[in-house]
């Protein structure tokens, strides 16, 4: 089954508005990561942050981690255009170096 | 931006023939993944291997076949397609190391198979 699971699918908004996506995952972890993927692309790495980890910041990227509630957060704060893509959380599940991506949330930033 | 780099880049075959997918990366990473993507969906793991000579299935039943002869090159086969070979591929790599860290994804080679 599924490890991870982004909230909402789908998700349009007004650039320079924020944009918040939600994973939430099964199992216990040692790490969570959030990829980008620009339509037709490969993946690209965002951001990492370790199960003792709460929140971690990089550039206009803000994520927060809850294990007590298996679930984390990605901020995109003063979104701009491109910024639409589809966004995976990834996590390992101490699956001896493989990770489970989510479905994604597809964000579209409108002009 | 990462140094891997798959070919062809779009690939539209017909039925019965065989392919082969072209992975390479410049990093000197011992651990490389393909994933398969339909549209819109979710990355589902195919095949992966952590260093020369070594290749496991992935979670997804694949039809495909890898080898990892060098370091630096992943190559997956296909026999003979279909249209249900029909998705997107995709080639990561990563560091050995303990626990999970970053995979650094290639662009992808998009398959049509007619």
């Known amino acids: 089954s599924q490890q991870g699971e982004e909230d909402p699918q789908a998700l349009s908004i007004q650039e320079g508005e924020n944009a918040t996506m939600n994973c939430s995952y099964k199992t216990s972890i040692n790490n969570l990561q959030w990829y980008r993927q620009n339509s037709g692309r490969g993946l690209v790495h965002l951001i990492l942050?370790?199960?003792?980890?709460r929140e971690k910041h990089s550039g206009r990227l803000r994520v927060t981690l809850d294990t007590s509630k298996k679930s984390s957060s990605l901020l995109i704060t003063a979104s701009r255009a491109a910024d639409t893509a589809s966004y995976f959380c990834?996590?390992?599940?101490?699956?001896?170096?493989?990770?489970?991506f989510g479905k994604g949330t597809r964000l579209h930033i409108l002009p | 931006e990462a140094d891997i780099y798959q070919t062809p880049r779009y690939l539209v075959i017909g039925t019965g023939k065989k392919i082969t997918l072209e992975c390479s990366q410049t990093?000197?990473?011992?651990?490389m993944y393909w994933y398969q993507q339909d549209p819109g969906m979710e990355l589902h793991l195919i095949h992966y291997?952590?260093?020369?000579?070594?290749?496991e299935k992935g979670d997804l039943s694949s039809e495909s076949t890898v080898s990892r002869i060098r370091t630096e090159h992943f190559p997956l086969t296909l026999e003979s397609a279909r249209p249900s070979h029909t998705s997107q591929y995709l080639c990561?790599?990563?560091?050995?190391?303990?626990?999970?860290?970053?995979?650094?994804f290639g662009p992808g080679t998009r398959l049509t198979v007619l």
């Open positions: 291997s952590y260093g020369v000579n070594s290749t």
């Open positions: 990561a790599s990563g560091h050995q190391g303990i626990g999970t860290d970053t995979q650094y």
């Open positions: 990834a996590t390992d599940a101490g699956r001896d170096d493989k990770i489970i």
């Open positions: 942050i370790r199960s003792n980890e």
């Open positions: 990093m000197g990473h011992d651990k």
